[in-house]
């Protein structure tokens, strides 16, 4: 429109063209020109004042303190959202300078041959563990030392090796305990409590995913809580056991993060990693720290756990199970009796169902229901057999 005006300007007065056109148009330039001079101007002063209040701590006082609202919005703005990033990054990283010396990589030892230097000691990583006692006393998964004649090592943060002397394992819960050879630089993780939890809590998660990552970190939130949990070996005749009141996360947890800890935003362990799920991303699960502190007690007291004994093999039987077959019921179906145990002295037979316990229906996983006794309780045990039900007392031993 300018453009425009101005010619017609010129066609109204042509004696004026020379002298008016290079003085209307030139106008227009430099006004246009100081315009787009100004914008990046302030373009500028607005980047440099962000940086200044990101970086300069001098700087963002004077922009904090200054008179001018522009400025005023923008530090509030730009502080904020800065301390809100540099908070929830420090807190990761502070959890996880205090807590690496404290966790482990537990290995397989084992030797292996070398073509350029023979026989040489080796190691395959398995899980993770974490230290609960600065002389060397280490809390992992049993399942991840499950093999009573494999030869086991903890490996610190720095790489230095320590030798597994003893373990103390409790197969239902899923907990083991080792002491190794000289503690070394590690450090005892503080245990904290998984009574109070929230979802939506942030954690932190440090294992050795896959045997070959160790001090790997990962972090997300509890998403869920109680859960009830069934790991099984596959198969209808697979040995399964069921998990209940269990912590589930979305912080990513894979095979080898198995006995690592769960922490919380204080660097506090809260629970044990011990099962992720195939065929669905961000689902894990941890078994809470109270649990663990329960057996721990018992350890320091008596060097072991204290187990309750029964002395049988059996699958778990659902109803839904059961009605494929015939003369079968919801159960415990015993497969083995073992020789001399408490469940033999008391006339349980292979091939028995356990319908009831102390006339509490079996539903869930038996090992878990006789753990809820102690060592000399007497249990009234209903089996189903050829068709009928029959009662047997069972008195509890303390299993080796």
């Known amino acids: 429109m300018a453009d425009m005006r101005g010619s017609a300007s010129v066609q109204d007065q042509p004696h004026n063209k020379q002298a008016v056109l290079p003085k209307r148009s030139g106008g227009r330039r430099l006004a246009a020109g100081c315009l787009v001079t100004g914008f990046l101007g302030v373009l500028l002063l607005v980047a440099l004042a962000i940086a200044g209040v990101v970086a300069a701590p001098s700087i963002r006082n004077w922009i904090s303190n200054s008179d001018i609202p522009f400025f005023n919005s923008l530090s509030e703005t730009v502080i904020e959202g800065s301390r809100e990033v540099i908070i929830e990054e420090n807190w990761v990283t502070d959890v996880v300078e205090r807590s690496s010396k404290g966790v482990v990589s537990i290995a397989i030892a084992e030797a292996s041959l070398d073509p350029s230097q023979g026989t040489i000691s080796d190691s395959i990583g398995i899980g993770t563990g974490f230290v609960i006692d600065e002389d060397g006393v280490i809390l ?66 440090i294992g050795n995913p896959l045997g070959d990552l160790p001090g790997t970190v990962t972090t997300g939130v509890i998403s869920g809580l109680g859960r009830s949990v069934t790991a099984s070996s596959g198969g209808f005749w697979g040995t399964a056991r069921t998990y209940e009141d269990v912590i589930q996360t979305d912080a990513a ?148």
């Open 140 to 205: 992992t998964n049993q399942h991840v030392v499950s093999d009573p004649d494999a030869s086991y090592i903890a490996i610190g943060w720095d790489g230095q090796r320590y030798t597994v002397t003893d373990i103390a394992r409790d197969d239902v819960n899923d907990f083991a305990i080792l002491r190794v050879e000289g503690a070394g630089d590690l450090e005892a993780l503080p245990l904290g409590t998984s009574q109070s939890l929230q979802l939506g809590q942030f954690v932190v998660a």
């Open 253 to 400: 947890i894979n095979p080898g993060n198995s006995g690592g800890p769960l922490l919380d935003s204080e660097g506090m362990v809260i629970g044990i990693n011990f099962a992720t799920t195939s065929g669905a991303d961000n689902i894990s699960f941890a078994l809470p720290i109270d649990r663990a502190k329960e057996r721990i007690v018992e350890y320091n007291a008596n060097g072991r756990f204290i187990k309750p004994y029964f002395g049988v093999e059996y699958v778990l039987i659902s109803r839904s199970e059961a009605m494929f077959y015939e003369d079968v019921v919801p159960g415990a179906f015993v497969r083995r009796v073992v020789a001399g145990s408490p469940a033999a002295d008391a006339g349980v037979q292979s091939g028995d169902i356990i319908t009831r316990i102390d006339g509490n229906p079996v539903t869930t996983s038996f090992s878990s229901i006789i753990q809820g006794y102690s060592v000399g309780d007497e249990v009234a045990v209903d089996v189903w057999r050829e068709g009928e039900t029959q009662t047997m007392t069972v008195v509890l031993t303390e299993a080796e």
